[in-house]
Structure formats: C-alpha cells, structure tokens
Nanobody
Framework: QVQLVESGGGLVQAGGSLRLSCAASGRSISVYVMGWFRQAPGKEREFVARISRGGISTIGADSVKGRFTISRDNPKNTAYLQMNALKAEDTAVYYC??????????????????WGQGTQVTVSS
C-alpha cells in the first residue's frame, strides 16, 4: 500500500504558476498510474491529468491543456503537476492519486485506489 502526500499549494495571482508535488511512501509509484484531481467548493471532484507508469503517456483535461503538465520521477517516488497561466477557476483542493489499473489508466476517480489528503490552490483575480 502506498501513502501519498501533496505539497506546493498556496495563493497565487492569476497568470502565475505553482508546482505541486506528490511524495509517496510505502511502495514504489512505478507500479501505479498517477493522477491529479481537483475539487472546488460545491463542485464534484474532477480529473486534471494522469501519467502512465513509465511517464511516456500523459493525458490532461481540456480545461488545463497547454497550461498544466504532469510528470513523475520514479526513482524519487514523486509525481508533479506544473501549473502555469493559472486562472481564478483553477481554485480548488488538488489531490494526488494512484491507480492499479492496467495500461494507461483512467480519468475516472473511482479507478484510483490511493489518495493524498489534498493541497489548497487559490488563484486571485
């Protein structure tokens, strides 16, 4: 079983950047598809991006394409979400998650087995 801890959230002005980290312990993340999700107040949790085990395949939600980049460093047991050109509508709690799904994984949150506690990202306009 893997434990996930997110960090790097905070308050940033619109147009700014943040880099979220997801540090794993207990097991190597190399066996998992890694994903990032977010949840804004009063809204459902939504998919942001995912990355395959070897890092070759990445998929992002339409709302973040061209602005957010997911990556992973398996030897460091850490996944990342680089967020550029942030908008007020990106304000949410961001969650890191790990999936045992085969292949390139899924964008559905119920396919993810392990979750971090979340980190708050607030973008001021």
């Amino acid at each position: 079983q893997v434990q996930l801890v997110e960090s790097g959230g905070g308050l940033v002005q619109a147009g700014g950047s943040l880099r979220l980290s997801c540090a794993a312990s207990g097991r190597s993340i190399s066996v998992y598809v890694m994903g990032w999700f977010r949840q804004a107040p009063g809204k459902e949790r939504e998919f942001v991006a995912r990355i395959s085990r070897g890092g070759i395949s990445t998929i992002g939600a339409d709302s973040v394409k061209g602005r957010f980049t997911i990556s992973r460093d398996n030897p460091k047991n850490t996944a990342y979400l680089q967020m550029n050109a942030l908008k007020a509508e990106d304000t949410a709690v961001y969650y890191c998650a790990a999936s045992t799904d085969s292949g390139w994984g899924s964008s559905n949150f119920d396919r993810y087995n392990f979750w971090g506690q979340g980190t708050q990202v607030t973008v001021s306009s």
